[in-house]
């Protein structure tokens, strides 16, 4: 069964203090990975999507990375806006079907 | 450009009432999703409409059907309202269905069934 696991289900950072975000998987025939980032009161809203192993992306202060088993969203010098719950989804192709699993998410606070 | 946009956004229903939550997308996206999201689940997938004229069961179909009334609407009608119900409800839209596809999700309707 394909899973999809976040850690740590919450993280409490100072402002300027830098962290990882982890989202480990198990799934066949990957087709890709996702960040979203959700506010309080609001949908979900895309930030990367991970194709390969080795592969990275970079928007302003988050860079997410992705190996065979896991990948990371990096968070450099976090500021309190930066504060939501980050979910990570992965894609994947099995008997004939696209199959998209999200994990429960980690809930950031970045206090000033 | 407004997106995916869900009406309501709050309903309280008593079991055993029925309602419609409606979406609507203005992107032209072929692809649109039913999603619940409970506190401590991951987002569940309820029914999807790879393309206009089709639809098929998600992970948890159990008590709700779907219309996909045309290319840009795509509601979720609940028969007979069970607390079991009670959640935040996403609709989201995608360029298709094949590939890694980017969701574009809306603001969301909560559901309270008493």
């Known amino acids: 069964e394909d899973q999809v696991t976040q850690s740590p289900e919450a993280l409490r950072l100072q402002e300027g203090e830098s962290s990882s975000l982890n989202c480990s998987y198990t799934?066949?025939?990957?087709?890709?990975l996702f960040w979203y980032r959700q506010d309080p009161g609001k949908g979900p809203e895309f930030l990367f999507t991970?194709?390969?192993a080795g592969e990275e992306k970079e928007k302003e202060r988050l860079k997410a990375t992705l190996t065979k088993k896991e990948s990371f969203l990096h968070i450099t010098a976090p500021k309190p806006e930066d504060s939501a719950t980050y979910l990570c989804?992965?894609?994947?192709?099995?008997?004939?079907?696209?199959?998209?699993?999200f994990g429960k998410g980690t809930k950031l606070t970045v206090n000033p | 450009n407004a997106g995916v946009t869900q009406t309501p956004k709050f309903q309280v229903l008593k079991t055993g009432q029925s309602m419609t939550l409606q979406c609507a997308q203005d992107?032209?996206?072929?692809?649109m999703y039913w999603y619940r999201q409970d506190p401590g689940m991951g987002l569940r997938l309820i029914y999807y409409?790879?393309?206009?004229?089709?639809?098929d069961k998600g992970e948890v179909p159990n008590g709700y059907n779907v219309s996909r009334l045309n290319k840009r609407e795509f509601s979720l009608r609940l028969e007979s309202a069970a607390p079991s119900q009670t959640s935040v409800y996403f609709c989201?839209?995608?360029?298709?269905?094949?590939?890694?596809?980017?969701?574009?999700f809306g603001a969301g309707s909560r559901l309270t069934v008493l």
């Open positions: 989201a839209s995608s360029k298709d269905n094949s590939g890694a596809n980017v969701l574009t």
């Open positions: 409409s790879a393309s206009e004229g089709t639809t």
């Open positions: 991970l194709y390969s």
């Open positions: 799934v066949s025939g990957l087709r890709g």
């Open positions: 992107m032209n996206h072929n692809s």
């Open positions: 989804a992965v894609q994947s192709f099995q008997g004939g079907s696209e199959k998209l699993v």
